[in-house]
Structure formats: structure tokens, C-alpha cells
């Protein structure tokens, strides 16, 4: 049978915004999946974002979802998470949205290891705001603001992620739709701040600025430069030049956020 | 033994013409019909739901 996906988002809601080609749809579907298979319950299930096209995500979703200021995602999830703490937080947003405006954010939520996942679709541009250059734009690249190439050399955000604390870190890609559902069902089994990047495409504001012909090829770029982590640990560096290793990166054990505050809750009531 | 063929539904009203399904079936069984997908060649279809996981307009539904 087919996958019934409909279970899951607002009635009406579709068709969704995201333009022909872009994957956001792509990662959504994933996430739905991954929701099914851990089989979480709506009610006690917040989806948090920011702004952009990808926090554009919650609206579809019939869950408790929260669509909130650009790059606060982690910011009201925090809130969410610390009032509920059985509550199941995902929050979800682009690489603008999660590493320029909302970076500060993001890095003290990794510090802080709170019991959350957040998805982070990586387009290298801030596509509903016309074409910004972001954190993740590549050097080189040509986005509205840098019409003759960006100066400036890109985040890594799963390494940004693993260097500020967070303790899952795993990356995807949309051309491997079979991939993010497994990722990020086990970003959300983690006890403690999961990331998972999914790489993506913006054919509308990235593509035709750079040259990509088709929604075909920026997907076919996705696929070559992806290498699966264990292929990656027997390939040398200069065959490692230029691709971006998947699968989950990080993963360590350390206290999360909301037990360690229950902690000090206690030792304040005593 | 005859073969027992899925059945392909597009949802045409979501589907935005971006091409992946077509480009990316193995064995070629969409094609672009004006804006949007269509079945071309359903006998070849080998019910590997790649166009359904693909698809990001949740426009197709494989059944097998």
C-alpha cells in the first residue's frame, strides 16, 4: 500500500507553497515518515520554526506546531520543552534561518543539550526573502547580494553543530529520500540535542543563478557529492575534496537539559 | 504466472511538473504529459516507489 501521508497534515493544506523541485517536500515526507514509524502521538508533539521557506513546514503539519520569529525556532522550542517536558519537540527551518539569524540560538541550544531535534534544510540561500546570500551559500557562489560571487567560505553546520555541544549529529541529503526518515527516527530516539542537516535544492533562487540547468541537475550534484560515512572513513583526502560525507556523523551520551533543571528543582524545594 | 501490476495515481492537482519522478525512475515507466506526470509504460514498472518517495509535492501514490 501507499505510504498515507494525508493522515498527518491539515486538511486543505495542500497544495503546499515550495516551488516545483524543491525539496523541502521531499524532507517533509521523510519527517512524516520518521513520525510514523516512532509512531508519536499529535497531541504531545510540538513542531517549531522560524522563518523561510522551509519554516514554512508546521503549517502543513497537524500537530501542535508553532510558527514563529525569524530564527527563534530553538528559542520558543526551549520554552516549549522546558514547560512540557514529555512533550516531543521538532523543530525544523532553513540554513538562514538556523545559522545566521537564529546561529546564536542554535549553538547555545547544542551547548545546552535540551531533548530536542532540529531539521535543518541547507539550501546555501534564503529563498522566500529573494535570493540573500546565507552562512551556507559556498564561496564563489552568486546569490542576489553577491552578484559576483560570494567572498566569503561557508558553514559547516554539522560541524558548527558537534563544535557547540550538540549531541547527535547526522546529515542527509533530499536526492536520498530513503535516508532521512532513518536519520531522523534516530534523532529523535536521542536523549539530547539531535541535528540533522538535509542538504537541498532551491532551483528558484540558487539554481538559476549558478548555472544549474535543471532541477535534474542540482539533484544529480546532491547525489555525486554525498558520501556515506563508511565509505568515506577508506577514502583519502584529495578523493574527499569536495563532497560532503552522510549518515550520522556524532552521537555521544551526556546529560540533557530538562534533567538536569528537574535536578536543580529539587535541590531548590529542599 | 501473469504479473500483478501496482497502480499509479497521480494527484494532478499537486503536481507541479518539476520532473524529478520521470528523470528518476529506473525503468523509465513516467513521462511529462503538458505540465504534468503521467503513466507512459506501466508493464515496467518494478514497484521500487522511488517516484513516491521523490515526489515532493505528494503528488504520486504507488500501490503495490
Known sequence: MAFDYDKYIRPGKLPHIWCPGCGHGIVMKGMIRAIDTLGLDKNNTAIVSGIGC?????????????????????????????????????????????????GNHFIHACRRNIDMTYIIMNNNIYGMTGGQFSPCTPTGAKASTTPYGNPDPAFDVAKLAIGAGATFVARGTAYHA??????????????????????????????RRNKFKSVIEMMNRLKEIAVPIKAAEKMSAEQLEGK???????????????????KVIARAQK | MEKKLPTIEIIEKYCKGCHICVEFCPTKVLEMKGFVASVKNLEACIKCMQCELRCPDFAIKVSA
Not at chain 1, 560532503?244 to 528537574?262: D, F, N, S
Open chain 1, 178 to 207: 530513503t535516508q532521512i526518515d532513518k536519520l531522523i527516527v534516530e534523532a529523535i530516539q536521542h536523549k539530547g540535542f539531535s541535528v540533522v542537516e538535509i542538504l537541498d535544492d532551491c532551483p528558484t533562487t540558487y539554481g
Open chain 1, 244 to 262: 560532503v560525507i552522510t549518515g550520522v556523523l556524532y552521537k555521544e551520551e551526556r546529560p540533557h537539559y530538562t534533567g538536569e533543571y528537574a
Open chain 1, 54 to 102: 522551509a519554516s514554512r513546514l508546521p503549517g502543513y503539519m497537524d500537530f501542535c506546531t508553532l510558527h514563529t520569529a525569524h530564527g527563534r525556532a530553538a528559542a520558543f522550542a526551549t520554552g516549549v520543552k522546558m514547560a512540557k517536558p514529555e512533550m516531543n519537540v521538532i523543530l525544523v527551518g532553513g540554513d538562514g534561518d538556523g545559522t545566521a539569524i537564529g
